[in-house]
Every structure is written in C-alpha cells, then in structure tokens.
C-alpha cells in the first residue's frame, strides 16, 4: 500500500490534487487509518490514476471521466468516447471556420481593399412591409419609390426602415428586378396599390452595416466573404435604410459543412399521378429562391450548362435517359460518376397567363452533400401531349452502305473516355477505368462489329468507313484511327443518353488494339 504521498510522486500528481480527486469519488483510497487520517492506496491505484490523466488530455470533464471510471462494458466507454469526439468534431468545425474568416480578411488587407466591413452570421427578426416589385432602371429610382410609398401611407402605420428587395443574381448596370418597401406596423387599406408581405428569413442571414455610399463595395465584400467561408446565398439580398442614413445588408445563408455526407434518395415512392405535369416543359430560369424568378426577365445567363433544357413527364410516372421516375409532387434522377440519385420536389404556378414548374433541383453535387439548398430550376410549359421515350430522343441514319476501311479492322481494347479526339493524351488517364462502360469492339472485314459492353452479352451492330452503325437503336458512331508515337489508337463516339435525348455533344472512348 502507498501513502498519499508516495503515490503522488509515482504518478506526478499533487497531494492537493489527490485529495480533491477523492472529495469528488473520483480516486478513493483503499484504506483510511482512522486514528491518524492517512490516506493508502493499492499499486491498481496506480493505473487510475493514469487513466484519469490520459482522459483529462483529452479533454473530458470530472464528471465524465467518473462516468469512465464506473463503466465496466466495452460499449459504454464506447458510447461516451464517441461523445467526445462529436465535441472535437464541433470544435474543430468551429476552429476551422474561424481560421478561414482570418485568412480572407487578412487577404482583404493585404491586397488593399479600402473598404472594411463587419459581418456576422445569425438568425433573424421578420419584417413587415408595403411594396412595389418592378424593373426599376436604376437603384436609385427604387429608393424614391420606396420615399413615396413612406410619404403616401399614414404616419401611424409605418415604421422607421425602407427595404428594397434586390432579386437579381448576377451583375447588372441597370434594370434592376427590385421591391421597393417601406416597414408598417398593421394592416394596408383594401384597394391600396401596394402589395403587402412578411419577410422570413428561415435559417441564418449574413448582415453587415455600411453608409449608402459604400453598398457597391458592401456588396463585393459580402459576396467574397461568403464565398471564402463556405456559405451558399440562398436568397434574394435585402437593403434595410435607416433614418440616420445607415444602411444594413442581409442575405439568407446556408453554411456548409467541410465534409461531404453521402446524398442518395434511393428509396423509390409509390406512383401517384398528376394530370398537370404531364407534357413537355422548357427550362426558363436557375434561381437560389423561388421568389427570385420574374417571368418576363430570366435571370440565369448559362442556359447552355443546364442538362435538362427539356423536361418530359411521360405518362404512369415512366423515367428515360436521367430521369428515373416521377411521381406527384417529386421528380427522381440519376447521374455523374459515381451515380448519384436524388429526389427533386417540385410545385407548379400559374403566372401572366401561363404554367410554371418550380422543381428544387439538388444536381450541385458540392454544395448538396455539405449540407447545401437546392437551387430552383424554372420550366414553362409548352405541350401537354403524352410522349414516348421513342418520340423525344435523336434518331440517326444508319442506312449506309459498308465501305471497307482496313486500319480499323480488328480487335481492339477500351482504355479511356475523353471529351474530343483532340484532347487525348496517352499516358494521361481522364477516366476512371473500372467506370467505363465499353469493354471491347472487333471490327470484321465483311462489316459485322462485335461490342462488349460492362455487364452486357456482346452485342452485334455494323460498321462501315467512319461509322458504328447500331440499326435496331438508331445510332451511328463515328471513329477515328490515329497513330501517336508509334501506337495505333481508336477513337469512338459515345452517343449515350446525353447525346439521344439531352442534344450534348458525344464524348469519345479511346481503344488501343488487342496485344
């Protein structure tokens, strides 16, 4: 047995410490000589004591490290180490986030930004207004607007801030989609001209305080920081004008998380129809809110990275290319490498006279799988007949006649996929092996073409000089043979879904011939 103070030294801990351990029930001394108050430990003690100092580094509080000391199965001190390292995680999301808001505004000194500005993430307060929404030419007619509508409407009804709404999403230098807004504290008369709304911020907003003359660069401050820290802006960005002519700018924000979690909504949901989505949509406009879209001005300027430029619902819910299914209320796709599948709600507005579909699209696999908002996809509608798959997709012709060409007769071997011949490159892999989908092609000198797909039987197609004809499904392939340094390659078209039915642009496998 060991006094208290030899134990001391042996784990290089203080007397007072021990005795604090014991006040606690943390370390309690196997014996206790009653006449003289001497405090004796066994050698086990020994490990406690160690065991306790290993806890403390890491981080856990008495209380808990007593929890540990009275756990006696493997899975409760599981349980209570996966705790803690919830609580490092936490913390080191929360480190992480803070080092990067001083490194962007280090950046921002660095690289001389003359404007300095406060924001802070949090939750907010609503705000109840009287508005007009229009096409203003320039901001500034939006701020006298909202004087009027403040000059118009009884002292007793209006509060001390004027808003305007700023609903664009890219840089503009006039005609502006802004809500020019003034604050009222009850109800608009019937008949008045403005129209009346509550504005939600429903998660956290990005705010930071500016003069009216500083907006422009708040703006680029703002939009720079968020980028820097992992927030996506998921709404419109509001002006709140103060009467001592401060002026705040909010924006609803989602943070990101630094790790991606896996996003895949596999589960398939029971077919319910709906009679109205059935037809052929066009995409009109990509917007963080469904409040952002305006139908006579669409906002989103890159229509030609959009895949699905159109829409069909084939009647019973029936998928084609990356469209698996839809049902009422929700549409299922899958694509990318590797597959992702994902189910988009969607609602539908009527609007100046026509049918629009606001479909949540969750196709930005980055911001999705942090912990992101689906983006809104705008489609109108121009067709309510019930398509085929056979009807909406490209049909090549594949009548021609077989022409031999001898350098492409043969066996030859998938090695890649590449956007256009002109971007191979031997050597340099552009494409997962294992995640191509052509195996083998033979070319035979009487115009027979043997293809081995992945998981396929070999499939029988033609050929002829230049082309890889498929007649039953009316696709034909071109192909190239080129010889780079020394080595024969073939090059073929890929004519997959996004060609047949999304008009891309095929891209190409590469073969190398049979050793």
């Given at each position: 047995?060991?006094k208290?103070?030899?134990?001391s030294?042996?784990?290089h801990?203080?007397?007072?410490?021990?005795?604090?351990?014991?006040?606690?029930?943390?370390?309690?001394?196997?014996?206790?000589?009653?006449?003289?108050?001497?405090?004796?430990?066994?050698?086990?003690?020994?490990?406690?004591?160690?065991?306790?100092?290993?806890?403390?580094?890491?981080?856990?509080?008495?209380?808990?490290?007593?929890?540990?000391?009275?756990?006696?199965?493997?899975?409760?001190?599981?349980?209570?180490?996966?705790?803690?390292?919830?609580?490092?995680?936490?913390?080191?999301?929360?480190?992480?986030?803070?080092?990067?808001?001083?490194?962007?505004?280090?950046?921002?000194?660095?690289?001389?930004?003359?404007?300095?500005?406060?924001?802070?993430?949090?939750?907010?307060?609503?705000?109840?207004?009287?508005?007009?929404?229009?096409?203003?030419?320039?901001?500034?007619?939006?701020?006298?607007?909202?004087?009027?509508?403040?000059?118009?409407?009884?002292?007793?009804?209006?509060?001390?801030?004027?808003?305007?709404?700023?609903?664009?999403?890219?840089?503009?230098?006039?005609?502006?989609?802004?809500?020019?807004?003034?604050?009222?504290?009850?109800?608009?008369?019937?008949?008045?001209?403005y129209?009346?709304?509550?504005?939600?911020?429903?998660?956290?907003?990005?705010?930071?305080?500016?003069?009216?003359?500083?907006?422009?660069?708040?703006?680029?401050f703002?939009?720079?920081?968020?980028?820097?820290?992992?927030?996506?802006?998921?709404?419109?960005?509001?002006?709140?004008?103060?009467?001592?002519?401060?002026?705040?700018?909010?924006?609803?924000?989602?943070?990101?998380?630094?790790?991606?979690?896996?996003?895949?909504?596999?589960?398939?949901?029971?077919?319910?129809?709906?009679?109205?989505?059935?037809?052929?949509?066009?995409?009109?406009?990509?917007?963080?809110?469904?409040?952002?879209?305006?139908?006579?001005?669409?906002?989103?300027?890159?229509?030609?990275?959009?895949?699905?430029?159109?829409?069909?619902?084939?009647?019973?819910?029936?998928?084609?290319?990356?469209?698996?299914?839809?049902?009422?209320?929700?549409?299922?796709?899958?694509?990318?490498?590797?597959?992702?599948?994902?189910?988009h709600?969607?609602?539908?507005?009527?609007?100046?006279?026509?049918?629009?579909?606001?479909?949540?699209?969750?196709?930005?696999?980055?911001?999705?799988?942090?912990?992101g908002?689906?983006?809104?996809?705008?489609?109108?509608?121009?067709?309510?007949?019930?398509?085929?798959?056979?009807?909406?997709?490209?049909?090549?012709?594949?009548?021609?006649?077989?022409?031999?060409?001898?350098?492409?007769?043969?066996?030859?071997?998938?090695?890649?996929?590449?956007?256009?011949?002109?971007?191979?490159?031997?050597?340099?892999?552009?494409?997962?092996?294992?995640?191509?989908?052509?195996?083998?092609?033979?070319?035979?000198?009487?115009?027979?073409a043997?293809?081995?797909?992945?998981?396929?039987?070999?499939?029988?197609?033609?050929?002829?000089?230049?082309?890889?004809?498929?007649?039953?499904?009316?696709?034909?392939?071109?192909?190239?043979?080129?010889?780079?340094?020394?080595?024969?390659?073939?090059?073929?078209?890929?004519?997959?879904g996004?060609?047949?039915f999304?008009?891309?642009?095929?891209?190409?496998?590469?073969?190398?011939?049979?050793?």
């Open positions: 047995m060991y208290i103070g030899e134990l030294k042996l784990c801990l203080p007397v007072k410490t021990l005795r604090y351990y014991d006040s606690e029930g943390l370390l309690i001394p196997d014996r206790i000589d009653k006449f003289t108050g001497y405090r004796y430990y066994s050698a086990a003690r020994i490990a406690d004591c160690n065991r306790i100092i290993a806890l403390k580094e890491l981080g856990f509080s008495l209380a808990e490290i007593k929890q540990h000391m009275k756990a006696s199965r493997p899975e409760d001190i599981l349980a209570l180490m996966d705790v803690r390292r919830t609580e490092l995680e936490s913390a080191l999301s929360q480190t992480t986030s803070q080092l990067k808001q001083l490194a962007c505004i280090r950046r921002i000194i660095t690289e001389g930004e003359m404007n300095m500005f406060d924001m802070v993430i949090r939750s907010m307060d609503t705000l109840h207004v009287a508005g007009i929404r229009k096409i203003f030419k320039t901001k500034e007619d939006a701020y006298a607007t909202a004087q009027s509508i403040q000059s118009a409407l009884s002292a007793n009804m209006i509060g001390r801030q004027m808003i305007i709404i700023n609903y664009e999403t890219e840089y503009r230098e006039y005609n502006f989609d802004l809500a020019a807004c003034v604050e009222i504290t009850g109800k608009l008369p019937k008949g008045s001209e129209y009346e709304k509550t504005i939600l911020f429903p998660d956290e907003a990005a705010s930071l305080v500016c003069s009216r003359n500083e907006l422009e660069a708040a703006y680029r703002m939009a720079r920081r968020l980028e820097e820290t992992a927030c996506q802006i998921t709404g419109a960005f509001y002006e709140i004008y103060h009467d001592d002519g401060t002026v705040e700018l909010k924006v609803p924000v989602c943070r990101l998380l630094n790790d991606p979690v896996p996003v895949d909504d596999n589960a398939a949901l029971p077919f319910e129809n709906d009679a109205e989505v059935i037809g052929k949509w066009k995409f009109i406009d990509k917007v963080p809110s469904a409040e952002q879209f305006c139908p006579d001005r669409p906002k989103y300027s890159d229509s030609n990275n959009i895949w699905l430029k159109e829409l069909y619902f084939l009647p019973a819910g029936k998928g084609y290319w990356i469209v698996d299914s839809w049902t009422k209320g929700s549409l299922t796709t899958s694509f990318g490498y590797p597959k992702h599948t994902c189910r709600h969607y609602s539908i507005q009527q609007q100046n006279g026509k049918t629009f579909m606001f479909i949540e699209m969750k196709d930005d696999f980055y911001r999705i799988s942090r912990g908002k689906p983006e809104i996809h705008v489609f109108e509608k121009v067709s309510d007949q019930e398509y085929t798959q056979d009807e909406i997709r490209i049909h090549d012709r594949t009548d021609m006649p077989f022409v031999p060409d001898p350098a492409a007769l043969g066996k030859w071997i998938v090695q890649d996929l590449v956007d256009h011949p002109d971007c191979f490159s031997p050597g340099v892999q552009n494409f997962p092996k294992d995640g191509l989908f052509f195996r083998s092609i033979s070319l035979e000198d009487n115009g027979n043997l293809v081995q797909y992945k998981g396929k039987p070999v499939s029988p197609l033609k050929w002829t000089n230049g082309f890889l004809l498929d007649q039953k499904n009316s696709i034909a392939e071109a192909y190239v043979v080129r010889r780079i340094d020394g080595v024969e390659y073939l090059l073929i078209e890929w004519k997959s996004d060609y047949l999304g008009g891309r642009r095929p891209d190409w496998y590469v073969f190398t011939r049979e050793s």
